[in-house]
């Protein structure tokens, strides 16, 4: 399978500081994407980055990507409260029209 | 911005019943796809749909299950002889190309199976 898993399952931070959550995978990628949801509500495409990409930045988003590790992180730089949220790593391989979730991450920003 | 919208928002169904979840992708997208969610946990696979045929299916979506796209707008899953295990929050999401461009999701419908 090629689904990501991430890692914390949970983060709950002060408002101001940085965020970090990694995720994992198993298998070849075309890309991999991070989003977001507010609790029951549908998910929100934040950033892609493609397997010869090692780093990509959009706005406080910062996500890298090691294809030899099979692994990722996006790391969200000075939280604010409205980016409480859940996290999610997806995978899209290179032959399938499958976009694999992976279990996410609950971040909780504390004022 | 154009969006996924999905309809019902809740629907509400008993055991052994038949239920009919639609969703209107973009419009101009190619690639639609449906995901099941259980209680805000993990974002499961169910099926992708490309010209008008099934290209992927999780091992979920089993004779229970079926999508189809009627009409030029309009994506459905059907689920037949529903159980009590098929309650959650069901996702559609829609995209332009094949690889690399992002998912975009409707708000989903919960379903509750009584």
């Known amino acids: 399978s090629q689904q990501g898993e991430e890692d914390p399952q949970a983060l709950s931070i002060q408002e101001g500081e940085n965020a970090t959550m990694n995720c994992s995978y198993k298998?070849?990628?075309?890309?991999l994407q991070w989003y977001r949801q507010n609790s029951g509500r549908g998910l929100v495409h934040l950033i892609l980055?493609?397997?010869?990409?090692r780093e990509k930045h959009s706005g406080r988003l910062r996500v890298t990507l090691d294809t030899s590790k099979k692994s990722s992180s996006l790391l969200i730089t000075a939280s604010r409260a409205a980016d409480t949220a859940s996290y999610f790593c997806?995978?899209?391989?290179?032959?399938?029209?499958?976009?694999?979730f992976g279990k996410g991450t609950r971040l909780h920003i504390l004022p | 911005e154009p969006e996924v919208t999905q309809t019902p928002s809740h629907q509400v169904t008993q055991m052994g019943q038949e239920v009919i979840l639609r969703c209107v992708p973009i419009s101009n997208h190619l690639y639609f796809y449906w995901y099941r969610q259980i209680l805000g946990q993990k974002v499961e696979f169910l099926v992708s749909?490309?010209?008008?045929?099934?290209?992927?299916k999780s091992e979920i979506f089993d004779d229970q299950f079926s999508v189809e796209r009627p009409d030029g707008s309009n994506f459905t899953l059907k689920i037949r002889s529903t159980k009590l295990e098929d309650s959650a929050m069901y996702f559609c999401a829609s995209k332009g190309d094949r690889a690399g461009s992002p998912l975009h999701f409707g708000n989903g419908t919960r379903l509750t199976v009584t």
């Open positions: 749909f490309y010209n008008n045929e099934i290209s992927e």
């Open positions: 997806a995978t899209e391989g290179n032959r399938d029209d499958k976009i694999i």
């Open positions: 298998t070849s990628i075309n890309n």
């Open positions: 980055i493609r397997s010869n990409e």
